[in-house]
RNA sequence: GUGGCUAUAGCACAGUGGUUAGUGCACUGGUCUGUGGCACCGGUGACGAGGGUUCGAAUCCCUCUAGCCACCCCA
């Protein structure tokens, strides 16, 4: 590393906006999440899927919807080498029924129940909890349209978050189907119409473009309109009404705490009939205008849209870098990566390459175990030690050497004791399972204390 | 895409026109090839990039880039 100046490149290579590396003592946060998603997958009966980052550019206009401004300007969209036009996947429904109806899911027994966890991206200004890449999971029912799912998918919502110990709050709507929304958009309008005037811009231009956005403005002004505004609910066409009605019925039943929100409307035009959020909730403050850490709703007409049979669905989705701010702010235990339990110390090339051997041996028996064997002294290796804080170091000297024994140090109170180099494996194993249970324990999932990253983490694709 | 604020070592900060840009933490070497937490001594390492004003710029001006915050939009 001889640096100089002079060597120096001008420009240093350089994150892409938008973009964040997720360091290693982030990664404790990912991995509680991770788990937690798995966990919750599992109990509720949801199979993974993954699919890829990248898909043809029209598999997002035709589900998502040309108008809308995720395709419009932030989808990360580009010509391949054959002249194709692909995109970063900007949000992951999508992708997930284009996987149901290549792979013929409809039949399978219906519902289909998957889940996904993966990077997303869109082309936005960077702001709080807002990057170009982000992250989320999502989970989605495809194949069954009864109002009993939509309250389960819910109930499953609600409970990851509260199970974390978040406050939330499960603000719930419906938006009706299209043909109630093409009434309900003709009522707005004629709402509006005297009282363009009082809006403003944004809301000028919403009222051509997307009239429900009309209802979630933050303009004080526009808010008091919007109070007298009619409602979606009001103009739900039998079936839908019939079909809200029964969720919520459902949602009682459930005893879940629910808002009902008439204002809250979906960003994406494939949503139709059941639209939910779910809020974080601050005491002492009213969640007016919180930043979703979860939203999700039916989305019955998208699969035949998409080109396979008319399928119900539903699903929702939740931003990780989101939650993972909530977590931080409201001091949510996420368990810390278990470290080492022991340190190998060598002194002498003899000792080392013993040392290695030995470090494979512990290895084996299944005991995490740390070491710096390019050290030579052993006061450099005593103080890793110390900073990894195992609870024994091993010592492996000269005058050990010549007496086939190896040292044990119990690092809290400095205690040493000799011990014949044969037994040294299982007198540690002995020593630490009687000090702590959980640390022969790791290969077991356990939330308090988390196992170390698997070596083949490199290559597990597709993970977060 | 629009607006406001900001940019000094890995991190947290000081330095507001004038020597060689400081401090703390971290990292690293030593005191000390047989023992960590403590101490002491030493070392590496930075003015986001480019241009301008000036005898002289980390400091003033412009442009770009990035970050934060808000709008827009969304998870």
Redesign the pocket.
């Known amino acids: 590393m001889n640096?100089k100046?002079s060597d120096?490149p001008?420009?240093?290579p350089?994150?892409?906006?938008?973009?964040k590396d997720i360091l290693p003592e982030e990664q404790r946060f990912w991995d509680f999440i991770r788990q937690r998603t798995d966990q919750l997958a599992q109990t509720y009966g949801f199979a993974r899927i993954d699919t890829p980052v990248l898909e043809e550019t029209s598999l997002f206009v035709r589900s998502i919807g040309q108008e809308?401004?995720?395709v419009e300007k932030?989808m990360y969209s580009f010509m391949d080498k054959s002249n194709d036009s692909v995109s970063l996947r900007p949000?992951g429904t999508a992708g997930v029924v284009r996987a149901y109806i290549e792979h013929g899911m409809l039949n399978r027994p219906q519902p289909v129940k998957m889940y996904y966890i993966g990077p997303f991206f869109?082309y936005?200004?960077?702001?709080?909890?807002?990057?170009r890449q982000?992250h989320?999971f999502g989970f989605e029912v495809l194949g069954d349209g009864h109002p009993v799912i939509d309250a389960q998918l819910m109930m499953l919502a609600y409970s990851f978050f509260n199970e974390i110990g978040l406050s939330v709050s499960l603000q719930v709507n419906s938006v009706g189907c299209p043909t109630c929304r093409e009434s309900y958009k003709k009522a707005l309008n004629e709402y509006y119409r005297s009282r363009k005037n009082a809006l403003c811009e944004?809301c000028k231009r919403?009222l051509q473009k997307?009239p429900l956005?009309l209802l979630d403005?933050?303009?004080p002004d526009c808010q008091l309109l919007a109070q007298d505004a009619p409602q979606t609910v009001d103009h739900l066409c039998e079936n839908c009404h019939a079909h809200f009605v029964k969720v919520l019925e459902h949602l009682d039943g459930l005893e879940i705490p629910y808002v009902l929100n008439s204002r809250l409307v979906?960003?994406?035009d494939y949503y139709t009939g059941t639209a939910f959020?779910i809020w974080p909730v601050v005491e002492g403050e009213s969640p007016v205008?919180p930043?979703?850490?979860?939203?999700?709703g039916r989305y019955d007409i998208l699969v035949k849209q998409l080109g396979g049979a008319p399928t119900a669905a539903i699903g929702f989705?939740?931003?990780i870098?989101?939650l993972i701010n909530e977590i931080k702010a409201r001091d949510i235990k996420v368990g810390m990566p278990a470290g080492p339990d022991v340190f190998v110390a060598q002194?002498?090339d003899a000792a080392r390459k013993k040392a290695l051997r030995l470090y494979e041996d512990l290895r084996r028996a299944g005991l995490r175990v740390a070491e710096t064997f390019s050290?030579?002294?052993?006061?450099?290796q005593?103080?890793m030690?110390?900073?990894l804080a195992v609870k024994y170091?091993l010592?492996l000297?000269?005058?050990?050497m010549l007496d086939g024994t190896i040292?044990i140090?119990d690092?809290?109170?400095?205690i040493?004791e000799t011990v014949d180099f044969q037994k040294v494996i299982s007198e540690i194993q002995k020593r630490l399972s009687k000090n702590n249970v959980v640390a022969t324990n790791h290969n077991h999932i356990h939330m308090a204390e988390q196992p170390p990253k698997p070596a083949d983490e490199g290559t597990a694709k597709l993970s977060i």
């Open positions: 640096k100046a120096k001008k420009k240093l350089q994150l892409l906006r938008g973009m809308t401004d995720v932030e949000e869109r936005d200004r960077p702001q709080a909890g807002r990057y982000f989320q944004d919403r997307n956005r403005c933050k303009v979906r960003g994406l959020e205008n930043s979703a850490l979860c939203g999700g989705a939740a931003g870098e989101r002194l002498g050290k030579d002294g052993i006061k450099p005593m103080e030690a110390n900073k170091a010592i000297g000269q005058k050990e040292l140090r690092m809290e109170n400095g040493q």
